[in-house]
């Protein structure tokens, strides 16, 4: 007989795992509280503008490529992809640098900036790329259930290489003199979630993966990714009901024998939650069935969560480009306020997004669509509206000031997004959007289980789980957690 599973939560993670259990020949049933596919990458559309609402960076194509392979299929069966070039800007304190996409052109920035610093990032680049071929390749597709998991030859030997106990931080301080500079080689760990100082070295595979691998648009935005993998799903014969929301997982004799939503009940053969992990844990399972306390939760060390901004103009820009990042201000006061001493930041650093600069579609015609971001910390209470128009003419006078141009007198569409829609609309612990932070003490094997301590059928995919914040790894966490489901029922 064919065996059942429900998937909880579509994103990123939920359509991975999905896919591979229909393609594993598993009768799947995805289960989606809000009414479209893509969880946090969900798109707003309105008044003739387009807008990615979540992630809007594609970094990784390796991966992606890897995962339609696996049905044989090809990404561009699916969407297009265009290289951005330059990748991004970054506004400093007085100028702003473009990162070309040659690296032949970044060595030569590398350069202006700091005299010998190319042949360091040659040398940089060397270990970054061995840590990307091992990390990516290898390790991130364990399920991170045992050390045993990591103790293979190649592995061992490459342990000090890999630089799993040594910060970011510290690595391209070694390497780079330049505040820009280093700068510029951390933050690509921001979207782990983490401080540079907390985050492994492992993950300057990171700026492998921004510099070597570049930095790619889908036609249509990143929800054009979404649409693709839940039109493969959809291929596979995944069935999904939209706006339908889990009550509760009934256990018994530590197994899943129910999964009651406000529209029907399901008595799968397996659960694959890809909603919020600690939400799934506190509200939808009874206490007893708990794989890790409340106590363990609080202690955990969270990815921040963000204010957004969707805007639309009536005239477009001139001299912007498709991402830029507002290092204009002391970092460290904004990390502070985001790690240590929680609060709204005093300072804020923060990044835009025009895709109209790469692709018309998205806006009316002489129109321009903007994504203004602010990492804030994670469990911050009231973000009114009041509080979140303060910050926006904050960053907008910031943007207009170092761009030339006037945009508040052209703005159509305003809609703001923060903390506690978080909540609301994911169930999101503390209103983070990046899920759990990849620090040192919560990676691989330091990370919750894929699989349920209690309940033998029940698992979890997604940011909270293996391998950690990104869409590139949620789409590997939903083919691990597949993966660890037909091993049990071997």
Same mark, same amino acid.
């Given at each position: 007989?064919q065996k059942?599973?429900?998937v ?10 999905a ?6 020949g ?8 809000n009414?479209t596919?893509g969880g ?6 309105? &008044? ?6 979540g992630p809007? !960076? ?6 992606f490529?890897r ?6 299929k090809?990404t561009?069966? #699916?969407?297009q992809?265009v290289?951005?070039d330059p990748?991004?800007?970054?506004? !400093?304190?007085?100028?702003?640098? &473009?990162i070309?996409?040659?690296y032949?052109?970044?060595k030569?920035l590398f350069?202006s900036?700091?005299?010998?610093s190319s042949k360091?990032l040659?040398k940089?680049?060397?270990?970054a ?5 091992v990390?990516v390749?290898?390790?991130?597709y364990?399920?991170g259930?045992s ?6 030859w190649?592995?061992?030997k ?5 630089d799993?106990f040594?910060s970011?931080?510290?690595h391209?301080h070694?390497?780079?003199?330049? &505040?820009k500079?280093?700068?510029?080689m ?25 510099i070597?691998?570049?930095?790619w ?6 929800y ?7 039109q ?10 939209f ?5 509760e997982?009934?256990?018994q004799?530590?197994e899943?024998?129910?999964?009651v939503s406000?529209?029907?009940e399901y ?16 509200i939808l399972?009874?206490s ?5 306390p409340e106590s363990?939760?609080?202690?955990r060390v ?5 204010l957004?901004?969707?805007i639309g ?11 830029s990042l507002?290092?204009d201000?002391?970092?460290d006061?904004h990390?502070?306020?985001?790690y240590?001493?929680?609060k ?7 990044y835009?997004?025009?895709n109209?600069?790469?692709d018309?579609s998205?806006?009316p ?5 903007i ?9 911050l209470?009231?973000?009114?509206e009041e509080?979140?128009?303060?910050y ?10 170092r ?8 703005i159509?569409f ?7 829609d ?6 999101? #612990? ?19 289980s894929c699989?349920?301590?209690k ?11 293996v391998?950690g914040p ?5 789409l590997?966490?939903?083919e ?11």
């Open positions: 007989m059942s599973v429900i909880i939560g579509s994103g990123f993670s939920g359509l991975s795992a896919s591979f259990m229909a393609k594993a598993w009768k799947v049933i995805v289960i989606e509280k009414s596919p946090r990458a969900k798109q707003l559309k309105q &008044d003739g503008f387009t807008f990615d609402m809007s !960076w594609y970094w990784m194509p390796d991966v490529d995962f339609f392979k696996q049905f044989d090809k561009a069966d #699916y969407y992809l290289r951005l990748s991004y800007r970054v506004y !400093w304190e007085n100028d702003f640098s &473009d070309p996409a040659s032949d052109q970044l030569k350069e900036i700091e005299p010998g360091q040659d940089y680049l060397q270990e790329a061995y840590k990307y071929n990390g390749g290898k390790l991130v364990k399920p259930l050390l045993a998991e990591f103790l293979d190649e592995t061992i490459g342990i000090f290489r890999l799993v040594t970011i931080q510290r391209v070694q390497y780079f003199k330049n &505040d500079l280093r700068r510029l951390e933050f690509p760990v921001l979207f782990l979630g983490a401080l540079p100082s907390n985050t492994p070295a492992l993950y300057s595979l990171m700026n492998y993966a921004d070597k691998g570049g930095t648009y889908p036609n249509g935005g990143m054009s990714v979404v649409k693709g993998m839940y493969l799903a959809l291929e596979l014969g995944v069935t999904f009901s706006d339908e929301t889990v009550r997982i009934v256990v004799n530590s899943v024998i129910n999964v406000d529209q029907s008595r799968p053969d397996a659960l694959i939650s890809s909603a919020d992990y600690h939400f799934t844990e506190t399972q009874p007893a069935s708990r794989s890790y363990y939760w609080n202690k969270m990815a921040p969560s963000c957004l901004y969707y103009l009536n005239k477009k820009l001139h001299n912007v480009k498709h991402h507002f290092f201000v002391p970092f006061q990390a502070d306020e985001i240590s001493t929680p709204w930041p005093t300072h804020p650093l923060f835009v997004s025009v109209s600069v790469s018309p998205v806006a015609p002489g129109c321009d669509t994504v203004f971001l602010i990492p804030v910390a994670a469990g209470t009231g973000d009114t509080l979140k128009r303060e926006f003419d904050i960053i907008l006078q910031r943007m207009e000031n761009t030339g141009q006037n945009i508040k007198n052209s159509v305003y809609k703001s997004y923060s903390v506690s978080f909540v609301n609309d994911y169930n999101s #612990y503390k209103g983070n959007a990046y899920g759990l932070a990849n620090t040192l003490r919560q990676t691989a094997i330091l990370r919750p699989r349920s301590k309940v033998k059928n029940l698992f979890y995919s997604g940011q909270s789980t391998p990104g869409v590139p790894p949620a590997i966490s939903g691990v957690t597949a993966r660890e489901v037909l091993k049990s029922f071997q």
